[in-house]
Nanobody
Framework: QVQLVESGGGLVQAGGSLRLSCAAS????????MAWWRQAPGKEREFVAG????????YYADSVKGRFTISRDNAKNTVYLQMNSLKPHDTAVYYC???????????????????WGQGTQVTVSS
């Protein structure tokens, strides 16, 4: 079992920044890929960013490329999402997720993940 706990969400004005954190516990953290997803009201959950177990490979949704950066610290069992130049349409509940065997296109599929956090709310005002 893996437990994921997100933090760092909040209310920010458009153009501002936030840094989300996801602390993992349970099974060995460093061997699994990790990702951030988000779900806005009335919309389906969508992939935001993913990172390989080593941290050397990252994946981003087109809508956040150049603005968001995913990183991880395996010594702290934590993955981060630095969000800059935030826009109102970034408003959503943000979830971190992990699963065994994540690779390539699999990061973009919700069914690839075994564990999800409870989510943290990000609200961007215009």
């Amino acid at each position: 079992q893996v437990q994921l706990v997100e933090s760092g969400g909040g209310l920010v004005q458009a153009g501002g920044s936030l840094r989300l954190s996801c602390a993992a516990s349970g099974r060995t953290f460093s061997v699994d890929g990790m990702a951030w997803w988000r779900q806005a009201p009335g919309k389906e959950r969508e992939f935001v960013a993913g990172i390989s177990w080593s941290g050397r490979t990252t994946y981003y949704a087109d809508s956040v490329k150049g603005r968001f950066t995913i990183s991880r610290d395996n010594a702290k069992n934590t993955v981060y999402l630095q969000m800059n130049s935030l826009k109102p349409h970034d408003t959503a509940v943000y979830y971190c997720a992990t699963g065994g065997g994540l690779s390539g296109a699999g990061y973009h599929l919700g069914s690839s993940y075994d564990y999800w956090g409870q989510g943290t709310q990000v609200t961007v005002s215009s």
